[in-house]
């Protein structure tokens, strides 16, 4: 999972053809580490997205702009436009991120 770290680098990634799935998430956050303990299966089987990883705190007002209240929440933007927000009170589990992932890929 690559990271983003700038607006200008948000904003090159989310206009792109290809659906692109960002981890919205920081270092202090208990369930963003119990998520990066599965996480990994999870991006190698769904790889028709290409994921990348925000840390909330870098990029707050990218944050507030998508309505990130939570985290970790999983946004997937195509063509500039969010096309789908997994908030965080429902990314606990894996299942519940397949499920997301099911519908929106």
């Known amino acids: 999972m690559k990271s983003i ?4 680098q948000f904003n090159e990634i989310i206009n792109k053809d290809d659906k692109a799935l960002i981890k919205f998430q920081a270092g202090w956050c208990p369930d963003c580490k119990r998520m990066d303990m599965f996480i990994d299966p999870i991006v190698e089987k769904y790889n028709t997205f290409t994921w990348y990883d925000v840390d909330r705190d870098v990029l707050p007002e990218i944050a507030e702009k998508y309505e990130v209240m939570g985290i970790p929440s999983l946004l997937v933007f195509q063509n500039g436009e969010k096309k789908a927000h997994l908030h965080s ?7 519940q991120v397949e499920d997301f992932l099911e519908e929106v890929k």
């Open 5 to 8: 770290t700038t607006a200008e």
């Open 89 to 95: 009170a429902n990314a606990k589990t894996p299942d």
